[in-house]
């Protein structure tokens, strides 16, 4: 029988072996941890497990930014809403601030993780962010090399959750973050062309200040709100969830003012695209890919883009490398039309009868909004707007002199901002309206003169 002595002998000797194998296991774990990936540590463990037929019972998703060309919407949402989901124990956080914005953004950092629950369904979700090189050209067309940041979301859970986790619980992530999106979204004008950028669209206008036809007003926004309505009735009758709109009249009627009401309106993004800058069909298809859902698409004063007035443009010059009407039109309602759901494309022109007819078909340009020159109803909003009065002396005299001569809205807003006193605003607004009316009289007593001229040689020569 071993003594007391031996045995206590024996388990010193093993608890300083088994601290000593502790101690070189945590250095070898260190070691390894600064050496080697976290994600390439998992991807071999995983190999290893399935040498030995080891089978883990967690499952996992990897939702990228990006799929293929296109932004994921699954990733989109997911970042939505996870920011709903930062709980205390979240230790890094992105925090960032547009100049327009009036809180704080708050978004998960790469690496860190998040528990949710669902159903009695417990998953994480977890940040990883990779980067990568990337050669691009400048607006100059200079090339440069730029680091790129690959993010993705990691969504874990059970094996056996599977079924609910894709059937319930991620259309449950896309329904919060849309509503989540739809409280907190800050519409914005991104731009369309050699150099594409984006800002927050601060711009004040509204329907209800608008100095346009009432009636035609009402017409639009009720016309506005049956398309977004309606999904399921454009999926049932097979055409694509678009809407196209034609503003037309002289300038300073409140084409772009209107544009920035309808994005207020419905919380759209608005993409401007400037034709001068793109070159071929293909140009043109690429910016399309770049528009997101439920934006506006602009092309401003298309009349003035005379390269899409002939069909055979593009026959003459470089066959199909060059931009052509054909190009425009597959793009507005052909097959690359149907890559994206309830979107709306405005044209704008100040002369109508100069585009060709194959752009203003219904199906293209489905509701044609004539911006007139100011009316009395028209100068009773800019009033309100500007000075703050509904109803004065002088706005008879005024209402009678703007239904005999053409004023634009522009033009009256310019005079009434001349003074904040109501009456100085409104006198020099009825000088103005009466320097016009007399400008107008002597040019058409000019055109009259030069047609009396005209026919009196006829009248000679007959006698």
Known sequence: MPSTTSVLSAYTTFSASTMLARTMLNEVQNLTNQLIPQQLQEKVLAKLGGLIGYSSSQMTLVIDEYNGLSLNQMFEASEAYLRTKISPSVVRLKLSKAPQEQNFSLTVNKGEKIVDSFDDVQVVWQMICTETQKTKADCDGYFSSESVERRSVELSFHKKHKEKVLSSYLPHVLERSEAIKEENKVVKLHSLGNCYGEVNLDHPSTFDKLAMDP????????????????????????????????????PGTGKSSLIAAMANYLKFDIFDLE????????????????????????????????????????AHNQGGNQLTLSGLLNFIDGLWSSCGDERIIVFTTNHKDRLDPALLRPGRMDMHIHMSYCTPSGFRILASNYLGVNDHSMFTDIEQLITEVDVTPAEIAEELMKSEDVDIALKGLVKYLHVKKIERGKANGGEKEVSEQEREPESKGRS
């Open 215 to 250: 009636t035609l007003k009402q017409e639009l926004m009720d016309d506005l709100d049956r398309f977004v309505k309606r999904r399921k009735f454009y999926k049932r009758v097979g055409k694509v969830w678009k809407r196209g709109y034609l503003l037309y009249g002289p």
């Open 275 to 314: 034709l001068t800058s793109i070159h071929s069909n293909s140009d043109l298809r690429r910016l399309l890919l770049a528009t997101t859902n439920r934006s506006i698409l602009v092309i401003e004063d298309i009349d003035c883009s005379s390269d899409f007035q002939n069909r055979q443009a593009g």
